[in-house]
T-cell receptor, first 113, second 112 residues
Framework: DAGVTQSPTHLIKTRGQQVTLRCSPK?????VSWYQQALGQGPQFIFQ???????QRGNFPDRFSGHQFPNYSSELNVNALLLGDSALYLCASSLVTDRNTIYFGEGSWLTVV | SQQGEEDPQALSIQEGENATMNCSYK?????LQWYRQNSGRGLVHLIL?????REKHSGRLRVTLDTSKKSSSLLITASRAADTASYFC????????????FGKGTMLLVSP
């Protein structure tokens, strides 16, 4: 049973560019959340998707957008990249009926230069 | 903003010793969870304690929760070098969502 998988593992982008990160949730999970973790900090919630809709959003600008597909996989898009967007982006999956069981992927390291 | 704040920020101990990490939070919660993160990798769930529980054990882990003080502690007994990692507490609010609000974490170094 595959856990949460994320791609790419590492990437480097230039300021002003756009990036798309991908996440496949754990088999059977229907809810996907995205977190940003800056170096030396705890993860911060970006948004959560369920039934292809954004259910909840953290304190992130509109440059951060997402999508969930019918197969429950998800994408995180960040436009107009800033140096401060450099971070580990973590995807977490869960079941809407069991919000306490949350699995994380290994993350995507984004470096903005 | 961060809901939880861990204390200490860093902890260095010898193998075999116990490690205690504390976490404080600000608002009422549904449950509190502890996660472990090896350097630059994903988060691994360790233990969950519900708001109506006061203590929970799992192997070498012991978690306490004091909702009146809005604080929790994680005790790792008989630590091993493999326990070296960052540890985060995260709270789930009563909103009905599975959103986690993390603290800044405690870096634990266990020396052989």
């Amino acid at each position: 049973d595959a856990g949460v998988t994320q791609s790419p593992t590492h990437l480097i982008k230039t300021r002003g560019q756009q990036v798309t990160l991908r996440c496949s949730p754990k088999s059977g999970h229907d809810t996907v959340s995205w977190y940003q973790q800056a170096l030396g900090q705890g993860p911060q919630f970006i948004f959560q998707y369920y039934e292809e809709e954004e259910r909840q959003r953290g304190n992130f600008p509109d440059r951060f957008s997402g999508h969930q597909f019918p197969n429950y996989s998800s994408e995180l898009n960040v436009n107009a990249l800033l140096l401060g967007d450099s971070a580990l982006y973590l995807c977490a999956s869960s079941l809407v009926t069991d919000r306490n069981t949350i699995y994380f992927g290994e993350g995507s390291w984004l470096t903005v230069v | 903003s961060q809901q939880g704040e861990e204390d200490p920020q860093a902890l260095s101990i010898q193998e075999g010793e116990n490690a205690t990490m504390n976490c404080s939070y600000k608002t009422s919660i549904n449950n509190l969870q502890w996660y472990r993160q090896n350097s630059g990798r994903g988060l691994v769930h360790l233990i969950l304690i519900r708001s109506n529980e006061r203590e929970k054990h799992s192997g070498r882990l012991r978690v306490t929760l004091d909702t009146s003080k809005k604080s929790s502690s994680l005790l790792i007994t008989a630590s091993r070098a493999a326990d070296t990692a960052s540890y985060f507490c995260a709270t789930v609010l009563n909103s009905g969502y599975s959103t986690l609000t993390f603290g800044k974490g405690t870096m634990l170094l266990v020396s052989p």
